[in-house]
């Protein structure tokens, strides 16, 4: 054998082992197939930007309304502002709203119990009412209120001493957490196998989850003021 | 011209052949894979994705202009009163950009080596802590709240999914996630740093927190719509809530 000859299969050698190895890899991406999870994550988040395309789209037309209205004179715009106002009042809080939505009463476990078995000391935690308000804003609560006090975006569920303090009020039990929102989703959210009402059962607290027709979750009714946070005058 | 046949020539037809079969499989599979029903349906869906991003953030872009020009014509106008009260009230829902003093708050998994046995889960940052150190934040006193460059508002939830966290209905966010609040620097600091407080009991677990100072902060808008497809304003507000049956 001549030199050329070597070096064509040398040639050849390479670009089977290559062709090997690519074989290789995709028929074990084969075996594996797409995760099932990440098609149906891609699902879900398609599904929530949808929802939130339609709504960004009735508040263009909505902005477009009041745009249209306010420019054909002073108490045209006045009123369109006052729209505005609304609207943003609904979504700080500032408003009492009413409509669909579930209630959720939680007390503590009873001291003495009939059948002799020793009582809880499990007492409900501040940790606990924020975890069922964060999974009632997951499931689209559009507003939310633990014994009266209306949950807005810089409101603390804490700890301060022996009570749980909300907006800076003490409230103590039982608790009714008023959520106003798609009754099905905000009873399925809390009361799912595992969740939040399922491990606080466990601890012996009482849970009572109850659907509305029409609940009234009441305005905030701090006073607010701003003292360190400016508005940033739009560009 | 005479060929004579050698052994290696057999050799050469024997690995031609092999090429040549191999080269069929491989071009099959991929088009296989690519075509196949489950990876057709990700990349679709994907692709969908995508462009529905892209339109959200387009419409976003367009909710945040018509806002600002209504506010444009309404400045030309005696409105003052009112104009302040839909500032205040925008502040609180969380549609206008604001600035101020505030503290930055930036956290992520654990770096401890995790032992053989333990479980890695508890070194690991959860939703619920993310929830904590915000409760703590509005606690002291917070004004404005974002996490990423998300404002939160009365609505927003905190969720994990995965390593990532969702907010805000459809907003994906990865580590490491900062907070940002503008409210008073030392009351915020304070309660963070309390003993026994929030970032003592997350540093036990190794996960990392770091608190900073920032003199002027800035938080966005959240320049989505807000309208409410369940609660309806209440005209006169009612004795409190509605009494349980």
């Known amino acids: 054998m001549r030199w050329p000859t070597y070096i064509s299969i040398t040639l050849v050698a390479l670009v089977t082992g290559l062709l090997l190895t690519f074989q290789f890899r995709v028929s074990s991406r084969i075996e594996q197939g797409v995760p099932a999870g990440r098609a149906q994550e891609l699902a879900t988040e398609l599904h929530q930007l949808d929802a939130e395309i339609s709504r960004l789209q009735s508040e263009v037309s909505d902005l477009e309304a009041k745009l249209r209205q306010a420019t054909k004179g002073q108490q045209q715009a006045l009123a369109a502002m006052a729209g505005e106002l609304t609207k943003a009042k609904i979504a700080a809080g500032l408003t009492a709203v009413s409509g669909p939505g579930i209630e959720i009463t939680l007390d503590n476990p009873p001291l003495l119990l009939k059948t002799g078995r020793p009582a809880s000391l499990y007492v409900i935690r501040d940790e606990d009412l924020l975890r069922i308000v964060n999974e009632l804003r997951g499931a689209g609560a559009e507003a939310v209120s633990i014994n009266g006090q209306r949950i807005v975006a810089t409101s603390e569920i804490r700890f301060a001493a022996p009570f749980i303090n909300v907006n800076l009020t003490r409230i103590v039990p039982p608790y009714h957490v008023l959520a106003i929102g798609k009754t099905d989703h905000l009873q399925a959210a809390v009361s799912i196998p595992g969740g939040v009402v399922e491990y606080l059962k466990d601890l012996g607290v009482r849970v009572e989850i109850q659907p509305h027709d029409k609940l009234t979750v009441p305005a905030y009714t701090g006073t607010r003021q701003h003292t360190y946070a400016k508005p940033v005058q739009s560009r | ?245």
């Open chain 2, 1 to 245: 011209m005479r060929v004579t046949l050698k052994s290696y020539h057999f050799v050469l037809f024997l690995a031609g052949l092999a090429i040549s079969l191999l080269l069929t499989f491989q071009f099959r599979i991929t088009r296989d894979v690519v075509r196949s029903p489950a990876v057709q349906q990700k990349q679709a869906l994907a692709e969908q994705v995508n462009q529905s991003r892209q339109e959200r953030d387009a419409l976003k872009k367009r909710v945040g202009e018509l806002r600002a020009q209504l506010d444009r014509i309404a400045a030309g106008q005696q409105l003052g009163p009112l104009k302040e009260e839909l500032d205040k009230a925008r502040i609180e829902a969380g549609l206008m950009a604001v600035s101020g003093p505030g503290v930055e708050v930036t956290l992520n998994d654990s770096n401890l080596v995790i032992q053989p046995g333990e479980n890695p889960n508890l070194y690991v940052l959860h939703d619920e802590d993310v929830l904590n150190v915000l409760n703590e934040l509005r606690a002291a006193g917070a004004e404005a709240l974002a996490i990423n460059g998300q404002r939160l508002l009365a609505t927003s939830e905190i969720r994990c999914v995965g390593p990532t966290i969702l907010t805000n209905k459809s907003y994906r966010l990865t580590p490491p996630f900062v907070i940002s609040a503008i409210g008073n620097q030392d009351n915020m600091i304070n309660s963070l740093q309390m003993r026994g407080g929030i970032i003592e009991q997350l540093k036990f677990w190794g996960i990392q927190v770091a608190v900073r100072r920032v003199d002027n902060l800035t938080i966005p808008a959240y320049a989505g719509s807000i309208r409410f497809d369940y609660a309806a304003p209440v005209a006169a507000p009612a004795d409190g809530q509605e009494s349980p049956s």
